[in-house]
């Protein structure tokens, strides 16, 4: 089971890329505290703890994909998070997908990621 969610935003994705990969960026977009590493093989925790993970890999502008988990989760269980930034004419789309999360959780974490990331970063960006 996969969450695929495919987000436009009217910005570049330089800045899309820094707002998902600079604790200040985050934190200024969210509202909320974020540590993150921006080196492959980092770490980050975000919304005061309650997500954490590792980057597996990062391309500047391009992709990000984290071993990605909730706080709630049973320990050592991560998802597999990939983010695929791309330019369309004047906008970046996001395309978003999450796999091997906990049975059950796919509701939940569709709803959280509008909720906690597309609609602040929508805001942000205007």
Known sequence: MAI????????TPERVYKALISSAEFGNVTGAP???SADEG???SCFGGQITGRH???LPNKRIVQAWRA???SDGIYSIVKFDISQSS???IVELEQAGFPEGGEEHL???WYKMYWEP???HFG
């Open 71 to 73: 706080s709630p989760w």
């Open 4 to 11: 695929k969610q495919s987000i436009t935003f009217n910005t």
């Open 121 to 123: 970063l929508k805001a």
């Open 90 to 92: 004047s906008s970046t």
């Open 34 to 36: 974020a540590e993150i």
């Open 56 to 58: 597996i890999e990062l």
């Open 42 to 44: 980092g770490a980050f």
């Open 110 to 112: 569709e709803g959280g």
